[in-house]
């Protein structure tokens, strides 16, 4: 099942962590906030991994509606 991959912009400081964890999944844009590219880019470990080590708790993922993060 395809994980659901949000994250918060209002919330989201631009660190870089998901992008370094995930690069396939996270990019960040032209004012450091981040964004995602592929929420398949990346094994559901990395993506998981890059939502745990945000500073901000900016990154949401789920997946069937379930919160794994």
Do not use: W
Not at 4 to 13: F, H, K
């Amino acid at each position: 099942m395809d994980l659901d991959v949000e994250i918060d912009c209002d919330l989201c400081m631009g660190s870089g962590n998901c992008t370094y964890e995930a690069p396939g999944v996270f990019d960040l844009d032209d004012d450091s906030v981040a964004f995602v590219v592929d929420p398949a880019g990346a094994s559901e470990e990395q993506v998981v991994a890059a939502a745990r080590k945000c500073p901000t708790h900016a990154i949401t993922v789920r997946r069937g509606g379930t919160s794994l993060v």
